[in-house]
């Protein structure tokens, strides 16, 4: 569907772009993630042809982006800050956004529904969009993208200031357009979507660091992750154990990091004990995408 | 004090850096200026004139010479018909016919009243009031003549001349570059000022430091007094170009002026903020400052004399800060006035600020809602 | 410990909308106090009311011992907030914004040179002191942002979704900032979306509709609101699998969790029921944050 070769664009110090090649099939959801300013937003911008790159090029459907204007209505673009209209009401910037893609009335008012309902906008329909909170200003731009349905959807942070059961429900309904046929390109920063991507491209510095599915990539992850419990309030003394690669905080609990090749468990809890840590409990388990990413941003200056 | 200098420091890096604000500070005193001292002439002169003379006397040769002379009149356009004179001023080639009767000159040497007939295009009132002026004045002189050639007296019984004091030549730019001093600090005042409370307010850096322990009039002081600055610029640029370009004679004190400029300033800023209370968005507070800024430059007697406007017209007028400014700025550099004479002025200047600001202050809540 | 915030009915009403109602909360000193619900329920509202800027339609609070409605002066001094829309001056550097809200809040001439470097340094800014803000990233900006509200060293803060749209990277290091600031006594309130920040609050206060749904520790949190059996499923497929599990009878609930389901089931006894739908052996866990939140934001 999307295909790009040898992509570049220069900018300031950051959202630089270089020399990126990425294929995107039918019926794909593939996921972006990265650090910040690693060049995701610029990414997917090109990918719309708003962008010009300096070098390479976007083939969408076989076309490039800004030469389809014939196809517009086939590729549908979520930009990352809301740029819809503060001083129409939600429903009113729905119908607007509809009919540019000369949806008619009905089919606008029903998909609208449905998308406000699941994510408890309804109740709001008739507020002005500048009322709003940021998250639900972000549920309307995205209510807006989903209600026309193009082939290809590129979501630039979709769920940016989104709650979490909303998320939920938004990820539902992409599950299904993507049954139906749609092709989705998305950039994201939590790590929970990034596994519900079928693929997923690490970014970092305006290189793609790392293309495969999820699972893939927690299977080639070349270190083993404990989980700790623990008592305490820093990892500062979990980094200092010799054999820790890192440490940090993860839900309510510690992921440690360490090689693999070697018997972490029993080294690291007689490490722990030596230090008067308290353990409540600690336990190899999978690495999640977030321990991925964490590794690979691991030399982001942050 | 420190919460003072902390804003005011802070706007003068903004403005600093907005090179497209700062390049248009400067450049609209001189496109201004340039603009409506060379092309806006109030006096209408060189009207094209059409001439249907059916008389060809001495006498109507005469009368046309002194048309010509007067400088209002080209007369450049003979025809045969008053067809054709019609046909002239439908087309906009003439905007005067003067038609002689066949009779004219035997009218003229038999003493009877001679008439000649004089076709104005009204559409266009600035040019037919003068030439309707002229063409009566001319008339009254060249009969005056004729009378006292007729009466064998040495001279007129009444001898009448004018002598415009201040601007003895009538020229535009004397009276346009004072003013325009005034429409520019309106103009820069209401709008920046305006304009840079109400940026904040949509970036949202407004919330942020209505949380501080930020006073209002600290906030209000900070960010209006490098506008003050930018206004003098202006000012300063503008009498420059004056002084420089059309040789305006500036009479009086220079540091009275600057002086008595602040009221007009302050109460400019007042409007300013104002503005800026009122707006939610950058465009309501450039709509607002245009609100405005229109009956500044249509009332205030900038372009069209206040004497001649209707009495309702004349007191609205009374309620803009400019019409008193530009007493105070025409009067010190073309009259070369003092402070003494222009005290009601002053007076009606510190009124509006004080009214300006207050109520300003009081609606200015450091609350969203 | 003493109550560094107290309210009583807090409500405040847009016209016929009611964005927070009777709204009551203690929140101690030297907490770390978490401010968790749906987009829309109120959690800006309510902390705009706190910081002073915004007036209540009823209802009353003391803010570090001043009375909100009439010392609101008086608060400003000692607070900081950080608003959920990124309030800094894009055409300014990193150094002159920290400048300029060190002058706004007086911060002695004298002191303030020190006082911008130790915040650069604290936000780990160091080496942009110089960039334009227009230049930064995300993340960069949100403790950019950080630093000018705590320039003050309040003792109270206030931050409004601080770590949406940064990466993880960003967001870990932003909340050991917050941490460190806790740990030298300051009181923080924060309003999150991630469930792994809420985790490392002291307390909890989940708002929905307006009104204070629970507040506790999360460990009580996790403890007592779920009422029911949580099984974690690691079917293939998991979102497609969400409705057709939801629909069992004996399931209360089905949500996804990252690429596992979270199943709540009624009785210990369904879970063998679940096996034999799905084929996959269910997993006995204790619910998470984000299982508390969906449960919330539901009921």
Known sequence: MIKITELSKAFGSIGAVHEINLEIKKQEIIGIVGPDGAGKTTLLRMVCGLITPDHGQVLVMGKAPDRMEEEKDKLGYMPQRFSLYGDLTVSENINFFGSLYSLDKKTIQDRADEILGLTNLIAFKNRLADNLSGGMKQKLSLTCALVTRPDILVLDEPTYGVDPESRKEFWKILYRLNKEGKTILLSTPYMDEAELCMKVAFMDNGRIVSVDSPANMREKFSYTVLELKSSIKNSHVLRDIPGVIDAYFYGDSYHIVTPKDRDNLQFIEAALNERNIEVFKLEEIAPSIEDVFVSLAEKEVV | MRRIMAVLYKEFLQIRRDRMTLGLIFMLPLVQLLLFGFAIQTEVKHISTVVFDQSLSADSRDLLESFSASGYFDVTMAVNSYDEVTRMIDSGKAKVGIVFPPDFSENVRRGTSAAVQVFVDASDSMVSNQAIAVANFIGMIKSQEILTSKLRVGAAPYDIRVRPWYNPDGVTAYYMVPAICGILVTLSMVMLTSMGIVRERERGTLEQLMVTPIKPYELMLGKTLPYIVLGYIQITVALLVGVLVFHVPIKGSILELYILTLFFITASLGLGILVSNIAKTQMQAMQLAYFIFLPSILLSGFMFPRDGMPKLIYYIGNLIPLTYYLDIIRGIVLKGIGFSYLIGQVISLLVFSVVFLTISTLKFKKKIA | ?299
């Open chain 3, 1 to 299: 410990m003493e109550d560094i915030i107290v309210t009583h009915d807090l409500t405040r009403s847009f016209g016929k909308f009611v964005a927070v109602s009777k709204l009551n909360l203690n929140i101690r000193c030297g907490e770390i106090y978490g401010f968790l619900g749906p987009n829309g329920a109120g959690k800006s509202t309510a902390i705009r009311m706190l910081c002073g800027i915004l007036q209540p339609t009823s209802g009353t609070a003391q803010v570090l011992g001043y009375d909100l409605l009439n010392e609101t002066e008086k608060i400003k001094r000692k607070i900081g907030y950080m608003s959920q829309k990124f309030s800094l001056y894009d055409d300014l550097s990193v150094e002159e914004n920290l400048e300029f809200y060190a002058g706004v809040y007086e911060v002695p001439l004298k002191e303030s040179k020190s006082r911008v470097a130790e915040m650069i340094e604290m936000a780990n800014l160091t080496g942009r002191e110089k960039e334009v803000v227009a230049n930064l990233s995300g993340g960069w900006k949100q403790r950019l942002a950080l630093g000018c509200a705590i320039i003050s060293r309040p003792s109270l803060v206030f931050l409004d979704e601080p770590t949406s749209g940064v990466s993880p990277t960003s967001r870990r290091m932003f909340f050991n900032i917050i941490q460190g600031l806790a740990n030298n006594g300051v009181t923080v309130m924060v309003t999150t979306h991630f469930m792994d920040e809420a985790e490392r609050c002291n307390r909890i206060a989940f708002i929905s509709g307006g009104r204070l749904m629970a507040t506790d520790t999360p460990d009580n949190l996790k403890k007592n609101i779920i009422r029911g059996y949580l099984v974690e499923l690691a079917v293939p497929d998991a979102l497609e699998q969400v409705g057709r599990i939801e629909a069992l009878p004996y399931v209360s609930e089905c949500n996804i969790h990252g690429p596992l389901l979270h199943v709540l089931l009624e009785h210990e006894s369904n879970a063998a029921d679940l096996r034999t739908v799905t084929g996959v052996e269910p997993k006995m866990i204790t619910p998470s944050l984000e299982d508390v939140f969906v449960t919330l934001a539901k009921s």
